[in-house]
């Protein structure tokens, strides 16, 4: 009977240590602790979370359809869809699971990772406390990017949370006042952390004494120092996409870097020409795509867009500038690819507001820290263009050969289809390759 009740006292004891060793890890969304009827369980090492009560906690509205066993959560512009042990979906792109999700007491549960990979959350683990933390993008702040009316020049201000600021560019010398004035009425602190001067041209470097002069500048990156440096913000990620190669063409030296924050990315180009765009390496899609140099006719190839594939193309020009920017051609080669086009010379200081799932664009002054303007749904805001109709070789935008104008193939090309060029060189920069038939 003795022996009875110490194995009895000892199964006990094995049972209340297995139960502490299974207590539910506990859920921190944006400072707040989650409560849920079915808890977090770890399983096979991984953490299982309940997606509806996350998902609606991040403000999500949550479907499920019984006969298909497939979920589906909608934020904004972002839709999840999760079938029942098969695959996950963002946007109809296939997401990766680390273990199919299950369902446990009529909740579907899913890997932790996949809360960050729906929403683009920061989440983290602390085993010792057996705590997650889920800090969303709105909980994190919005950003701004701000693309500053300086004429026939560039000035970029990237507004991030805690006071961390980014300048790429300041405009002319005549410029510098400017751009300062502008940081100062729109909530620069003291110190600016990173500064891009993407290449030494005065339309791009002259107003950076001015920016010098009125705030502590922490780092700066210029086309001699740039090499392939990544700089993180919380939740938001710059990457320095070129490195110290050798060009021809002072433009092609320009700084290139993606801005990263959630499901948005912004690509900002400088001066880049086509030689540089066609040597950029890794992910280039971006919502959100400064044209380089001012819309020269030189910049943004068919091929470069076919690989930002951009839904919205910003333009840095000067209103009745004596070099022809934007030009026809590349203007063309934008809506083409089906960007919505914002211009400097034709709505002003141009502003870009997101918290990492959606974006609102405001054009006009907004040099007070109040709300911008008024916010406008994406519109064509550009002239129709009146392409070039002669050149040595023509191409079609449907398609990426090009051609002697006497070919056979050229002459059935729609004349709103074509595009010209002076030499072979320009037609293979633009990512086109030569007529198997005419031999250009």
Request: with cysteine; glycine share 8%; hydrophobic share 40%.
């Amino acid at each position: 009977m003795r022996k009875c009740f110490f194995i009895a006292i000892i199964l006990s004891m094995m049972l209340s240590f297995a139960g502490l060793a299974q207590a539910a890890p506990q859920v921190v969304l944006d400072g707040q602790t989650l409560s849920f009827d079915v808890p977090p369980v770890i399983e096979n090492n991984r953490t299982l979370v309940p997606l509806r009560a996350i998902f609606e906690a991040l403000g999500a509205s949550v479907q499920w359809d019984g006969a298909t066993q497939t979920v589906t959560a909608t934020k904004s512009d972002t839709e999840i869809t999760l079938i029942i042990g098969g695959q996950a979906f963002k946007n109809g792109q296939p997401v990766s699971l680390d273990v199919p999700a299950k369902i446990i007491e009529s909740r579907t549960m899913v890997p932790l990772r996949f809360v960050s990979e729906a929403y683009g959350c920061q989440v983290t683990w602390d085993g010792a406390t057996e705590t997650i933390t889920i800090t969303s993008l709105s909980g994190a702040g919005t950003i701004k990017v701000h693309f500053i009316d300086v004429g026939q020049a560039d000035a970029i201000y990237i507004s991030l949370p805690d006071n961390n600021d980014i300048l790429i560019d300041a405009g002319n010398p005549s410029d510098g006042p400017t751009v300062v004035n502008y940081l100062k009425n729109n909530g620069m602190d003291d110190d600016i952390e990173l500064l891009i001067a993407t290449h030494p041209h005065a339309d791009h470097t002259g107003g950076l004494p001015a920016v010098y002069n009125a705030f502590e500048v922490v780092e700066t990156i210029d086309s001699e120092t740039d090499n392939y440096q990544a700089f993180n913000f919380g939740n938001t990620n710059l990457q320095i996409l070129t490195g110290q190669a050798s060009w021809s063409d002072t433009n092609d030296y320009s700084v290139v870097c993606r801005l990263d924050t959630g499901d948005i990315e912004f690509l900002f180009m400088g001066d880049a020409g086509f030689p540089a765009e066609s040597a950029l390496t890794g992910e280039l899609d971006a919502e959100i795509l400064k044209v380089g140099h001012h819309g020269s006719r030189t910049s943004t190839s068919v091929a470069f867009l076919s690989r930002v594939n951009p839904e919205v193309a910003v333009i840095s020009v000067g209103a009745g500038n004596t070099y022809g920017h934007p030009t026809a051609e590349t203007l063309q080669r934008l809506q083409n690819a089906g960007a919505t086009i914002y211009r400097t010379d034709l709505n002003g200081d141009i502003v870009i507001t997101t918290d990492g799932l959606a974006y609102n664009i405001a054009v006009g002054s907004t040099t007070s820290t109040e709300t911008p303007a008024s916010y406008y749904q994406p519109q064509d805001t550009t002239p129709a263009p009146t392409p070039a109709s002669s050149g040595s070789y023509v191409g079609s935008i449907k398609s990426d050969k090009y051609h002697y104008p006497s070919c056979r193939y050229a002459k059935s090309i729609l004349p709103e289809n074509e595009i010209w060029f002076a030499d072979a060189a320009e037609a293979q920069a633009a990512g086109y390759v030569p007529c198997g038939v005419c031999k250009p």
